[in-house]
């Protein structure tokens, strides 16, 4: 966070550049979280090109944001190697960062979107993939994703009544907004 334009106050404790460690006199000084600045004080430790509106800071050090990133930044695309720009928007997957257009399926290169799975596989469009090596003759099917509050209303239902009969499973079907038979499966799937 860099502060602009402080403005010295007269007859208050001396006030010492954190860069040079010498007396401000000026009228005017920056502020950072590290301290504050002799204007001319302030720029960036890589480039020291003059920080004047933003800087960032780590190790004790301020820079400018393309150097920030540049140094401390995401690297490289966890698919094509190449390297991120700072301001490019990325997508994050375990320790993985990945430029938008790289964020696909490793079999079918479909992009992926961001979709939180409970089980951590990926997802596209709510709905988990299951992939099969081209020389099998198995379909690709697409399986029921839920949300936070299904999976809740579900479980704590489930460890109440381990059996439920069809009314059990129309009125749960009611709280969730599920279907009667993706309720069936996932009972049949948890006993």
């Given at each position: ?5 402080e ?44 920080l ?6 780590k190790?004790?050090?301020l820079?400018?944001r ?126």
């Amino acid at each position: 966070m860099l502060d602009r334009q402080e403005e010295s106050q007269q007859g208050q404790e001396e006030v010492v550049c954190v860069g040079c460690r010498g007396r401000i006199t000026e009228r005017w000084f920056s502020k950072t979280q590290e301290g504050v600045w002799h204007s001319a004080c302030l720029r960036c430790w890589e480039c020291h090109q003059p920080l004047e509106e933003k800087c960032f800071a780590k190790h004790g050090h301020l820079y400018c944001r393309d150097d920030y990133f540049r140094i401390f930044g995401c690297g490289r695309c966890g698919r094509c190697g190449l390297d991120i720009a700072p301001q490019e928007l990325v997508m994050r997957a375990l320790r993985h960062v990945f430029h938008l257009h790289c964020f696909t399926c490793a079999s079918c290169h479909v992009q992926l979107h961001k979709e939180l799975v409970p089980s951590g596989e990926m997802s596209m469009d709510g709905y988990r993939y299951e992939h099969q090596a081209p020389n099998q003759n198995r379909t690709k099917r697409m399986r029921t994703s839920f949300k936070h509050h299904q999976l809740r209303t579900m479980k704590s239902y489930f460890n109440l009544n381990q059996n439920p009969d069809a009314k059990d499973l129309k009125q749960l079907a009611q709280k969730t907004g599920l279907s009667k038979r993706v309720l069936q499966d996932m009972t049949l799937s948890m006993t």
